[in-house]
């Protein structure tokens, strides 16, 4: 990414918006390591790093899999909270970032309104689709070698990693990201399930 945004640069853009993640600061691995960058490339940016996706728990995600198959959410994140964000307010925010006036000039935290664990996901889930769905817990080494089932295990290690940052309070925040620049509440978690719901009723 950053022998590209040099050449941008060069070639004369001016503002350039990075979609980061809340669990990766500036300077951290990956995408973080452009973040870090990003201020001294462009006059105008921003980077976003928004909260888990409420399209995590929708097709095709692994989530959506195992809440149809087997009724259940697995995660090695205990009883951790997470300000689960819809992505289309992602790319709201995403688009006044790209096109308004003035650029944020800064990172953005994007969150949902609520933090919540997954066992209150589920309980959404449930109430809104009338199917029993439940949270259930694993250890750190039960979901590494689950998804290391179907992953390599580096990559299958650091999303086991992530859940346990989760367990340990790392995602649980909400911010008024979404409204303070769309000038709209962020959508919540009820309402994702509903429209979702909507949708598989008409395919």
């Not at 925010?93 to 790209?98: G, I, P, S």
């Not at 000039?105 to 209150?120: E, K, M, R, V, W």
């Not at 996901?121 to 109430?127: E, G």
């Not at 769905?133 to 070698?145: A, N």
Request: hydrophobic share 45%; aromatic share 6%.
């Amino acid at each position: 990414m950053l022998p590209f945004l040099h050449r941008a640069r060069a070639a004369g853009v001016r503002r350039a918006v990075l979609l980061s993640s809340s669990a990766i600061p500036a300077g951290g691995p990956a995408v973080g390591r452009v973040h870090e960058q990003l201020p001294g490339l462009f006059d105008e940016w921003a980077v976003l790093r928004p909260s888990w996706f409420m399209q995590n728990f929708a097709d095709p995600a692994p989530h959506a899999r195992t809440i149809r198959e087997d009724g259940a959410i697995l995660t090695a994140a205990g009883d951790g909270r997470v300000g689960f964000v819809d992505a289309d307010d992602i790319a709201a925010v995403a688009v006044r970032a790209l096109t308004d006036g003035r650029a944020p000039d800064t990172d953005l935290i994007l969150t949902g309104p609520q933090a919540l664990s997954y066992a209150d996901v589920a309980a959404i889930i449930t109430d809104v689709t009338g199917k029993p769905v439940v949270h259930r817990q694993l250890t750190f080494e039960e979901l590494r070698d689950r998804w290391a089932a179907e992953i390599p295990l580096e990559f299958a290690t650091m999303l086991a990693r992530m859940d346990r940052a989760i367990a340990d309070g790392a995602e649980d925040r909400t911010s008024d990201t979404v409204e303070r620049l769309t000038g709209r509440p962020p959508g919540t978690l009820r309402a994702f399930v509903e429209r979702e719901l909507r949708a598989a009723a008409t395919r």
